[in-house]
């Protein structure tokens, strides 16, 4: 950002403006803004040495001037709303000045807490004015916008941090929207009444444009309920018709009366929902309240749509021959590396997303918009009755998260059928998820089953504690086909097990000769089994029942009086969640219902034990392993120089392995960073020290599954 002075007179139309300049003029530039200029336009300017105002703090503007000098394209203009309004609202005697590119100016021109719009360049007499200014140009690649979606960027330079609707203000033109609503009352009827879904598939490059394959994909799944429709700008594509022709689309395309962005918030407006590659169209609906599809797969969806409360941002998981997604490049000229090394035009990592998990999306964002829906009364699990907060929406099911015990939990509860989980015949998002049903199904004989599951971290890590457990009979609470029983039976254990598959629990009684019962219920066991335990455990359990509170009280009552209860979640400050913020629609994890129903966190897990009863409790997880910590960072290339001015190519593979060697004090020592968690709970009087036994325990399983015996 420079200040450059005319040399000579002369008129220029540039960026949106009409500029009649005089020598001795002084224009404020960002750098990318001049470096666009013509090479005979640069050259009638020279720099200026002019002091800028101070950059703006946190200091009361009441009675000040304030700038913020932006370039910004049309999406990033309607992002700056929120924290706009926020500080006009919270400084309502000061002057708000703003600089925009002539592009992105008609969705600022008329909201009521800017006083002026100024051009960029802006005249350097305007900048003199100001009390303070604030900079939000050339953002791109610098590390706080990587790194915050755009909403929570502005807010962090106007020192708001939050705003009370953190949703663009989108200004809609009443005449446009009336010569728009023609045509859209058009298509719906002639569609027989259908919903209208307006697909915006091309972005501002091409490794963010969804392929037209994809595009028809999803209308066939969409067709009977919505007709399509694309309304892309006229500096977009113009090759919208051909791609249409090609793949057999059927959408009707509106794209060229899109005049300019006005005609595209109308027709938004007028949409029933919206799916969508453009962050443009994605702002906009946003601010419009349009149940939304954001498919994003180079750049991180949830920095985009984070803030938006009627938004699904669905994101592929894919690991490729060159990146992993999102690989966060924000603008190409030509198809990715990826793309080019499997020779294809569109990203490889927004084709790998199956077109069914953008309908299921649909369906979703369409519950985030209902005004109206049932709430839970009182958390399920510490019985706190104010209000409960949505999460979030997936897979038809709404999650509420507790701010007293902090449990996420699925209300109304949906119910799992399992023995159809170990068919695997799903047929909504659970369809695309490894749930492991299928695989424990595939058994070997007893010394292979114990090698392999022993060998596996969930189970490694608690070898050493069950060698000081007192034996004695042991019950497993969702044993699926007893490779744990195996295991336990090895080390001296009485064995029992109960599990819901019919299957399973065959397979465990006839090919391992376990003492297993098939229940869902403690109700349900036969009289034989209901005894007390000297341990119980329950793997992966806890996050598919209904009334965990209810389990956990159960399961207090069948032990001994100092008996042992050793239990397994999924964790919801894992690595990777840490690492990348806490990832919502998830869809191929499988952490949500009907699958899981409740997701805990450590503490929660502790409060929900004590509640039980229990009077020791200890929450830990699995060692955090290499494979896990690249699951939440993707390692990347770098060049090196050299004193000598000799560059160095320090390839991702490379940096791979220093980060992995660098963090190998967090294998052997990290507590609740791995992939499963993990909490002991005693109900009487105990003599062993858990907690040394849990760091050892913790130190052993990293050094055997990193390094070997």
């Known amino acids: 950002m420079k200040v450059w002075k005319a040399k000579t007179k002369f008129d220029l139309s540039f960026n949106g403006y009409e500029f009649k300049i005089k020598p001795g003029d002084k224009y404020l530039f960002a750098d990318d803004v001049f470096n666009l200029l013509p090479e005979q336009v640069k050259s009638a300017f020279e720099q200026a040495h002019s002091f800028l105002p101070p950059f703006y703090k946190g200091e009361n503007l009441n009675g000040k001037t304030l700038l913020v000098i932006a370039q910004a394209a049309i999406g990033d203009a309607l992002c700056m709303t929120p924290a706009l309004r926020e500080i006009k609202k919270k400084y309502p005697n000061m002057t708000l000045n703003v600089t925009i590119s002539g592009r992105a100016k008609p969705?600022?021109?008329?909201?009521?807490?800017?006083?002026?719009?100024?051009?960029?360049?802006?005249?350097?007499?305007?900048?003199?004015?100001?009390?303070?200014?604030?900079?939000?140009?050339?953002?791109?690649?610098?590390?706080?916008?990587?790194?915050?979606?755009?909403?929570?960027?502005?807010?962090?330079?106007?020192?708001?941090?939050?705003?009370?609707?953190?949703?663009?203000?989108?200004?809609?033109?009443?005449?446009?929207?009336a010569e728009m609503k023609e045509r859209f009352d058009k298509i719906r009827e002639v569609s027989g009444g259908k919903k209208v879904l307006l697909f915006h598939y091309l972005a501002s490059s091409v490794h963010?444009?969804?392929?037209?394959?994809?595009?028809?994909?999803?209308?066939?799944?969409?067709?009977?309920?919505?007709?399509?429709?694309?309304?892309?700008?006229?500096?977009?594509?113009?090759?919208?018709?051909?791609?249409?022709?090609?793949?057999?689309?059927?959408?009707?395309?509106?794209?060229?009366?899109?005049?300019?962005?006005?005609?595209?918030?109308?027709?938004?407006?007028?949409?029933?929902?919206?799916?969508?590659?453009?962050?443009?169209?994605?702002?906009?609906?946003?601010?419009?309240?349009?149940?939304?599809?954001?498919?994003?797969?180079?750049?991180?969806?949830?920095?985009?749509?984070?803030?938006?409360?009627?938004?699904?941002?669905?994101?592929?998981?894919?690991?490729?021959?060159?990146?992993?997604?999102?690989?966060?490049?924000?603008?190409?000229?030509?198809?990715?590396?990826?793309?080019?090394?499997k020779r294809q035009f569109y990203s490889p990592c927004i084709e790998s997303i199956p077109p069914k998990v953008i309908y299921l999306a649909l369906k979703d964002a369409e519950l985030l918009t209902q005004k109206e829906f049932e709430t839970p009364e009182k958390c399920i699990v510490c019985e706190f009755n104010g209000n409960i907060p949505l999460f979030e929406v997936i897979n038809g099911a709404r999650i509420f998260e507790c701010p007293s015990c902090g449990l996420q939990f699925t209300y109304p509860m949906k119910v799992m059928d399992y023995d159809r989980a170990y068919r695997k015949e799903h047929e909504d998002l659970l369809s695309f998820t490894n749930i492991p049903c299928e695989s424990f199904l595939q058994v070997e004989d007893e010394p292979i089953e114990i090698e392999k599951w022993s060998r596996l971290p969930r189970f490694n890590v608690l070898i050493p504690i069950l060698q000081h457990l007192p034996k004695g009979n042991l019950l497993d609470v969702g044993c699926s086909t007893e490779f744990f029983l195996l295991i336990a039976r090895k080390m001296g254990f009485e064995t029992y097990g109960m599990e819901v598959s019919e299957k399973a629990v065959s397979i465990a009684r006839d090919k391992y000769k376990l003492n297993v019962a098939r229940a869902l219920t403690f109700d349900e066991l036969p009289q034989e089994f209901k005894k007390p335990y000297k341990v119980i455990t329950a793997f992966e359990v806890l996050e598919h029942v209904h009334e965990p509170g209810r389990f956990l009280k159960d399961i207090y009552s069948f032990l001994d009086e100092d008996g042992i209860f050793i239990m397994s979640c999924p964790p919801f400050y894992?690595?990777?969640?840490?690492?990348?913020?806490?990832?919502?629609?998830?869809?191929?994890?499988?952490?949500?219902?009907?699958?899981?129903?409740?997701?805990?966190?450590?503490?929660?897990?502790?409060?929900?034990?004590?509640?039980?009863?229990?009077?020791?409790?200890?929450?830990?997880?699995?060692?955090?392993?290499?494979?896990?910590?690249?699951?939440?960072?993707?390692?990347?290339?770098?060049?090196?120089?050299?004193?000598?001015?000799?560059?160095?190519?320090?390839?991702?593979?490379?940096?791979?392995?220093?980060?992995?060697?660098?963090?190998k004090p967090l294998y052997l020592n990290s507590r609740i960073l791995g992939n499963f968690q993990y909490a002991i709970a005693v109900k009487g009087k105990n003599t062993i020290n858990f907690e040394q036994l849990i760091r050892k325990a913790i130190k052993f399983s990293a050094v055997e599954i990193i390094w070997g015996m």
Not at 222 to 230: A, F, K, Q
Not at 638 to 656: A, G, H, M
């Open 574 to 663: 894992k690595f990777e969640n840490i690492a990348r913020g806490y990832r919502k629609y998830k869809w191929w994890y499988g952490d949500y219902p009907p699958n899981h129903v409740t997701r805990w966190k450590p503490w929660t897990l502790h409060y929900a034990l004590k509640k039980a009863g229990f009077g020791e409790v200890h929450v830990f997880t699995e060692p955090l392993l290499p494979a896990t910590v690249f699951e939440g960072v993707v390692p990347l290339s770098f060049q090196l120089k050299t004193p000598d001015e000799k560059v160095i190519t320090i390839d991702s593979k490379t940096t791979r392995t220093i980060v992995s060697e660098t963090l």
């Open 107 to 177: 969705v600022l021109e008329g909201l009521p807490y800017i006083d002026n719009l100024l051009p960029m360049p802006v005249p350097f007499k305007e900048v003199s004015r100001a009390d303070y200014i604030v900079k939000v140009v050339e953002m791109v690649n610098t590390p706080q916008f990587d790194n915050l979606s755009l909403i929570d960027y502005y807010l962090w330079k106007l020192y708001i941090y939050r705003a009370e609707r953190e949703t663009p203000d989108v200004l809609i033109d009443e005449k446009v929207l």
């Open 208 to 341: 963010r444009t969804i392929p037209p394959r994809l595009l028809k994909e999803i209308e066939d799944l969409i067709w009977d309920e919505y007709v399509p429709v694309i309304c892309s700008l006229p500096e977009e594509d113009i090759t919208v018709e051909t791609a249409l022709d090609v793949y057999g689309i059927r959408a009707a395309n509106l794209s060229v009366f899109m005049n300019d962005i006005r005609y595209l918030i109308a027709s938004v407006a007028l949409s029933d929902a919206v799916i969508t590659a453009d962050t443009a169209t994605l702002h906009i609906a946003a601010g419009l309240d349009k149940p939304t599809v954001l498919v994003s797969g180079p750049i991180d969806a949830e920095l985009r749509a984070s803030n938006y409360p009627t938004v699904i941002a669905v994101t592929p998981n894919y690991t490729g021959q060159t990146c992993v997604s999102p690989c966060k490049i924000h603008a190409t000229t030509e198809p990715c590396i990826e793309a080019q090394v």
